[in-house]
C-alpha cells in the first residue's frame, strides 16, 4: 500500500504544481511568439500577406469608369502598326500632341527616354559619308532632331516622364521639378533610399513640368502590396509617377509631407517617419515610409486605350478629355508586367493608374499603426484564455471554442477590412494559438495518459484488470475524497499465524506471506474486488468500489468460499515442501468475515499520506465476524445482511449475537460448502441444524442438546466447536435461566 500512496502522492504533487508549470510555458511561448513577431522574418510575413491577399481576391475594389485616369496602351496591335519598340521620337510627339489636343490633363510616360533616338535624321547624318550628309541636308533642309522635336512636344503640355531609381549609376543632374513642405519630423531616412539613377535626355526632362520615379518595392515573393508614393535619393524627395502626375495635372507646385511629431500628430516625442502626403487637394494616409497599401481592381478593358488609335484620330475624345493619361506597354515581349495580389502578371503601367485611382477614390486601405499592439494584445489574451480553457475543461468542451476563437480572429479581420479598410493580420496570431491549442492538447493528453499509466499501474496492483480499463475509461466514477455507498466487505486471517513464524526465518516468513497472498488476491480481483490493505498475514478487500457492482455481495460471498477452497492445494504444496527440508507441518487454517452495510470508501488519510479504504461500523462489523470464525471454528462467519442478498448460496445458521460494538444482536451465518461436508449432507444438516437453534432459542434444553446429538451424528467436524459451544451454554443456562426477554442472542465480548 506504501508503493500505492507514493505514485498517487506524486500525481497529486503534479496535479497541484500544473497549473502554474502549463501557464509558464505558454506564457514562455507567448514570449518567443511576440518576439518573433515582432523582429518579423519573411515566413512570419508571408502568413499576413496569405491573409491580405486573400481579403483583396474575395473583395476586389470594383472599377469605375467616371474617374478621370486612363492608359494609353502601346500594345501588340500598336506594335504592329508603327513597328517595334523603340518608336521614333516623332512618332511620341504625334501621340503627346493628339493627348493634347483631346484635353487630357496631364499625360505621364512609364517609358524611359535615356538615349538619343537612333532614327533621328541628324544622327542619319551624322553617321553618312561628308557628300552623302550634305545631300540629305540639302533635300531634306535644316535637319531638327526627333528629340527636339519630342522635347518641344513635351514642354507645350503638362507632360510627366519617367525616372529609374538604382544604386549603380549617379545622375548628378537629376533634379525634382515640385516642391517639398515638410510638417513635423524630417522623413527621409524613413523613405526608400536610392544613391543613384536612370533618367531621360536631358532637353526632355527640361520641357517636362514633372518626374517621378517607376520604382516598384515588392515583398519577397515579387508581389507588389505596397507602393511607395515618395523616394530619397542624394537628400533629394523623388515622387512616385502616379503622386507626380496627379500634382501636375491639378497645376500643384508643393507636395506637403506631414510626418511624426506635426501638428495633430501624437509621436510622444519619438521621429516615427511619415503620416500623409497631401498632393494638391488630396490627402492621402502613408505608412511611415510613404508607402500606401494598395487596393487593387481587377483589370478592364474599358481603362485602356489603344496607343494606335490614338494617333490614328480613331480614340474617342471623351475617353481622354480632362483625364490623366499613362502611356505604357502591355506588350509582353517589353517585359512590364508586375504581379500583384490578384493576378499573376499585370502590366506596370496599370499599376501606376491604379494609385491613382486609389488615391482619387478617397476609399483608402491602410494598416495603422496601432495594429501590431492590438495583434499582440489579442494573441496574448487569447492565448492565456485557450490555455486556460484547455486545464479547465475537457478537450471535448475546449478544442471546438478554441477553434472557434482561432476561427473567428480572420472573421474579424475581414470586417475591418470590408468595412474600415484596415488591415490586420489574422493569421499570425491564429497560427500560433492553433499551436498552443494543438500543443496544449497533446501536451495534457500526454500527461493524461501518463496519469493514467499511473493509476493503471497502482490500483493493478489492488483491483481486477477490468475494473482497472473501467476507470481509465471512465475517471469520473473514481471520486476523490470519501463517499457513503454500500459495500461488502471480506477480512480474512491465518489462524495459528503465530506457531507458522515461529518456525520460519525472515525470508522464509516472507516467503510464506507472499505465497499465501498472492493468490487470495487474485481470487478477490477476479471477482471485481478491491484489495483494501494487507495487514501482516490478513487482508482486507471490499467490492461496490470504486466502481459500481450491483452483486457485490454475491461476489464477495463466492469470493470467500473460493478463498476456502484455495487453502486445501496451498497446504499440500507447503506439507510437500516441509517433508523435502525434514520439517514439522500444520496446516495452515484461516477465518474470513464477510459483512454487506453503508460505508464511506474514497482517498482517506492526511495530504502528506492516504489510502483508498473503507471506514465505518459495517467495516468494524466485518473484522469482528472474522475473530468470532476461530471463536466458532469455522472457516467463514457470513452476517445476515450479506447472506440474505445470496440465496443461491447454502448458508447455515451459526448464531444470533450481539458483536462487540453493536446493541442490537445479528444473525450469523457459514457457508456450507466450507465445513467440509459431502453435497448430499446439505440439505438434512441444515434442516437438523435449524431445528436444533429452535428448540435452544424457545429454551427446550433437553430438546435442544438432543438434537445437537443428531447434528453432530452427520459427522461434520468443522461445527465441533460450535456444538460444544452451545452445550455449554445449555449447562449455565440450566443453572442461572436467561431473563424473560431473552430472544437467544449471545453478546460477545471479544473481537
Known sequence: MTDLNDRVKRGLNWLAHLPSFYIATIALFLVGAIFLRISDPFPVKALRFIAFDAYQKIAPAKYDPSLPVRIVDIDEASLKRYGQWPWPRTVMA???????????AAVAFDVMFAEPDRTSLDRIAAALPKRAAEALTAAAGPLQSNDAIFAQSIARAPTVLAVTLNHAQSAPGLKSKAGFAIAGDD????????????????????????????????DRDEVVRRVPLMFAKDGQIIPSLAAEALRVAQGASTFV?????????TAFGQATGMNHVRIGQFEVPTDPDGAVWLKYRPSHPEAYIPAWRVISGEANPDDIAGRIIFVGTSAAGLIDLRATPLAQGVPGVEVHAQILEHILTGKFLTRPDYALPIELAIFAILGIGIATLLLKTSAIVAAPISLAIIAALPVGGWFAFVKAGLLFDPLYPAFCLFLIVAGGTVYLYR????????????????????????????????????????????????????????????????????????????????????????????????????????????????????????????????????????????????????????????????????????????????????????????????????????????????????????????RLYTMVETLGCSADLYEELIADHTAMLTKYRSRQWDNAEAAIGVCRAKGVAALETLYNLLEGRIAEFRLTPPPDDWDGAFVATEK
Open 187 to 218: 522623413p527621409r531616412p524613413f523613405l526608400q533610399t536610392f544613391s543613384g539613377a536612370v533618367d531621360n535626355l536631358p532637353e526632355l526632362d527640361a520641357g517636362a513640368q514633372g518626374l517621378g520615379s517607376v520604382n516598384w518595392i515588392p
Open 257 to 265: 509631407l506631414k510626418a511624426s511629431n506635426a501638428s495633430g500628430e
Open 447 to 666: 500527461r493524461t495518459e501518463q496519469q493514467r499509466a499511473e493509476v493503471r499501474r497502482a490500483f493493478g496492483q489492488y483491483v481486477s484488470p477490468t475494473v482497472v480499463q473501467e476507470l481509465i475509461a471512465h475517471p469520473e466514477k473514481l471520486v476523490l475524497g470519501g463517499e457513503e455507498r454500500e459495500l461488502t466487505i471480506l477480512f480474512c486471517d491465518v489462524r495459528n499465524f503465530t506457531t507458522i513464524s515461529e518456525g520460519l526465518t525472515a525470508i522464509e516468513l516472507t516467503r510464506f506471506i507472499n505465497e499465501l497472498l498472492t493468490p487470495l488476491t487474485d481470487l478477490v480481483l477476479a471477482s471485481g474486488g478491491t484489495v483494501d490493505k494487507y495487514m501482516g498475514d490478513a487482508i482486507m478487500a471490499f467490492w461496490n468500489a470504486p466502481l459500481d457492482d450491483a452483486d457485490h455481495a454475491h461476489h464477495a460471498c463466492e469470493t470467500a468460499r473460493s478463498i476456502a477452497a484455495a487453502m486445501a492445494p496451498l497446504n499440500e504444496r507447503w506439507r510437500a515442501e516441509a517433508t523435502r527440508l525434514n520439517r514439522p507441518f500444520k496446516d495452515v487454517r484461516i477465518g474470513i468475515g464477510v459483512n454487506t452495510g453503508i460505508c464511506c470508501v474514497g482517498n482517506l488519510g492526511s495530504t502528506q499520506r492516504f489510502d483508498y479504504s473503507a471506514i465505518g461500523d459495517e467495516v468494524n462489523v466485518s473484522s469482528r465476524l472474522e475473530g468470532l470464525s476461530k471463536f466458532y471454528g469455522v472457516t467463514t462467519v457470513v452476517s445476515e445482511a450479506a447472506a440474505s442478498k445470496c440465496p443461491d448460496i447454502a448458508y447455515l445458521e451459526l448464531d444470533l449475537v450481539q458483536v462487540k460494538g453493536r446493541t442490537k444482536p445479528s
Open 94 to 104: 504625334e501621340l503627346r500632341d493628339k493627348l493634347a489636343a483631346d484635353g487630357a
